[in-house]
């Protein structure tokens, strides 16, 4: 009988299957090298743990082969919240990017994401709301020629769900939503200078299966636009 020890099965693992990287806090991260270089694209589903469309659609991108660019893919960026399926355990992730510190777990993971975002040309962070509208969602109008394109990529590819535009002008003293200035699309944006947005779809416009299908046309709207291609 032909002994194998359990390195070489790990091994031939490692061939056929992808797997993501553990950061100290056990955030799942997938790191996608293109064949050629190129900018790097962070997708961020899970922030928000009721969120599914987006934890479904980035994982489809853990695995990719791409021709040129890079992609780092964290498909549950709240795993324990996605776990039970509500949008947080102890706070909201997406409110502490203005925080250093923090005992909760959310904390050290909101620390892992942006060091990974230093490493990144830009971002995508997928949610979803009850509200009704599907939104490409921007902090500041410098980025609206970009999301224009996403847009008009995506609705004209399906029907499913409508996107628009949202520019919550964060920064802007008379701004609506004064809490977005604790977002991770804000802290990318104006802490670190790399564009990012959110995609936001409505579930009370579309199934699940649609939703992912819009997450992903999307997702590969901006990889076009970032000139991030597959093989
Ligand atoms: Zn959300």
């Keep these: 009988m032909i002994k194998i020890n359990n390195k070489v099965i790990v091994a031939i693992l490692f061939l056929f299957v992808s797997f993501p990287l553990l950061s100290d806090e056990g955030l799942a991260i997938y790191k996608v090298k293109g064949k050629t270089p190129g900018l790097t694209l962070m997708i961020i589903g899970g922030i928000h743990g009721d969120e599914e469309s987006g934890c479904i659609a980035a994982k489809k991108y853990t695995d990719i082969k791409l021709e040129r660019g890079n992609l780092i893919v964290i498909p549950e960026a709240n795993a324990p919240a996605v776990r039970e399926k509500k949008r947080f ?46 939104v490409v969602m921007i902090d500041d109008k410098k980025l609206k020629k970009t999301a224009d394109k996403v847009i008009k990529t995506v609705n004209s590819s399906t029907n499913k769900i409508k996107l628009v535009l949202y520019n919550y002008r964060t920064a802007s003293k008379n701004a609506e939503h004064k809490e977005q200035r604790k977002s991770l699309t804000y ?15 409505s579930k009370s416009e579309a199934s699940l299966d649609d939703r992912v299908a819009v997450q992903s046309l999307a997702i590969d709207a901006f990889m076009e636009e970032f000139g991030i291609k597959k093989l």
Excluded: Q, W
Excluded at 108 to 113: N, S
Excluded at 187 to 201: C, E, M, N, R, S
């Design 89 to 134: 355990v102890n706070v909201d992730m997406n409110r502490i990017f203005d925080r250093d510190n923090g005992t909760a777990y959310e904390y050290k993971t909101v620390d892992e994401i942006k060091k990974l975002i230093s490493g990144s040309d830009a971002v995508i962070n997928l949610h979803e709301s009850t509200k009704k509208g599907s």
């Design 187 to 201: 802290y990318a944006l104006y802490k670190k200078g790399i564009p990012a947005f959110a995609v936001d779809l």
